[in-house]
């Protein structure tokens, strides 16, 4: 299934009420539970003691989840409610009917105050397209399992990392920045498109002009 090796299938059903009633779930986080989905698998474990990899520096286990859904706008705060939680790097399976589409929240530890605990943060969410459920194939490859947790995010983010160096973080952090100015890139546009008055339209074509200068220097 989904190309992972039968050493790491887990298939258990965690009880939704598991995560509304004993992680202390909010009213509108219960309301999504309820409403946006219908079960919780933890489907498979990579780890070194289910694949033949070295354990990594930063990632030491990463938790599939296969995650039926009611309705292909599920909301991406359940999974990032769920990742919270969860001390391990993860990747979710979402399906809704025949259709099958990868959610990962690209995860990074983050030293505590006392420098003697460690937490994550989610660095930027990943979504895949909608794809037929018999077309996915995870990309398990790698010799630890760092490298394994690269090559998935590479997979479910796709051309939105831009770059391949030898830092995710940094392709990562440089790819956020340049969806940051394609964003403001199109509201100065969309702007410039409705103004009325010659100078203020001039001044927002060339904002506009400096951050695609900006952006083609990359």
């Not at 498979?44 to 286990?61: C, F, M, Q, Y």
């Not at 039926?68 to 993860?90: A, Q, V």
């Not at 979504?127 to 998935?152: C, F, H, N, P, V």
């Not at 160096?165 to 403001?184: G, N, P």
Request: proline share 3%; aromatic share 8%; hydrophobic share 35%.
């Amino acid at each position: 299934m989904y190309n992972l090796p039968q050493s790491t299938i887990v298939n258990r059903v965690i009880p939704k009420k598991t995560f509304v009633n004993q992680w202390g779930a909010n009213t509108r986080m219960k309301d999504h539970f309820t409403n946006d989905v219908v079960r919780v698998e933890w489907l498979a474990k990579l780890a070194p003691s289910t694949i033949n990899v070295a354990d990594g520096k930063e990632v030491h286990e990463i938790t599939i989840f296969l995650v039926p859904i009611k309705d292909e706008n599920c909301p991406d705060d359940i999974f990032s409610f769920i990742d919270g939680m969860i001390p391990r790097h993860t990747l979710f399976i979402l399906r809704w009917g025949d259709m099958t589409c990868l959610h990962l929240n690209y995860k990074e530890w983050m030293e505590s105050s006392t420098n003697t605990d460690k937490t994550f943060r989610i660095a930027k969410t990943y979504r895949s397209q909608w794809i037929k459920d018999t077309e996915i194939s995870l990309s398990i490859e790698g010799l630890t399992m760092d490298a394994i947790y690269e090559t998935l995010v590479r997979q479910v983010a796709g051309e939105r990392i831009i770059t391949q160096s030898e830092s995710l973080r940094e392709d990562v952090e440089k790819s956020t920045q340049r969806e940051m100015l394609l964003k403001k890139i199109e509201i100065l546009r969309r702007k410039e498109a409705k103004e009325r008055q010659p100078q203020k339209k001039f001044v927002l074509h060339q904002q506009r002009i400096v951050l695609e200068l900006k952006i083609s220097k990359e």
